[in-house]
Nanobody
Framework: QVQLVESGGGQVQAGGSLRLSCAVS????????MGWLRQAPGKEREFVAS????????YYGDSVRGRFVISRDNAKNTVYLQMASLKPEDTAVYSC????????????????WGQGTQVTVSS
């Protein structure tokens, strides 16, 4: 059974930084492309970033490009999201997700999901 467990969320002031982690178990981690997606109250789930199984290819949503960095450590079965220059509009529940297919910006592409971690950015 594939499990994804996020950590690292919390409350931060605007302009601050956070690093999210997502530990994956139950399957060969290096076979997955990974993504981070977020959902704010009353809004649809939004693509944040994704990374290929090798880590060589990364993709970002327009709203976070240049501020967030996705990375992975296949030896630790973990994917990370380093977030900087945070804004109040980044407030959301952040979820990591995994797919056997290629890295994708389509939220429907992901087969496995974590429970999510709350990120709150105050002004």
């Amino acid at each position: 059974q594939v499990q994804l467990v996020e950590s690292g969320g919390g409350q931060v002031q605007a302009g601050g930084s956070l690093r999210l982690s997502c530990a994956v178990s139950g399957h060969t981690f290096s076979s997955f492309s990974m993504g981070w997606l977020r959902q704010a109250p009353g809004k649809e789930r939004e693509f944040v970033a994704s990374i290929s199984w090798s880590g060589r290819n990364t993709y970002y949503g327009d709203s976070v490009r240049g501020r967030f960095v996705i990375s992975r450590d296949n030896a630790k079965n973990t994917v990370y999201l380093q977030m900087a220059s945070l804004k109040p509009e980044d407030t959301a529940v952040y979820s990591c997700a995994a797919t056997i297919g290629p890295a994708s910006s389509d939220v429907r592409a992901y087969e496995y999901w974590g429970q999510g971690t709350q990120v709150t950015v105050s002004s």
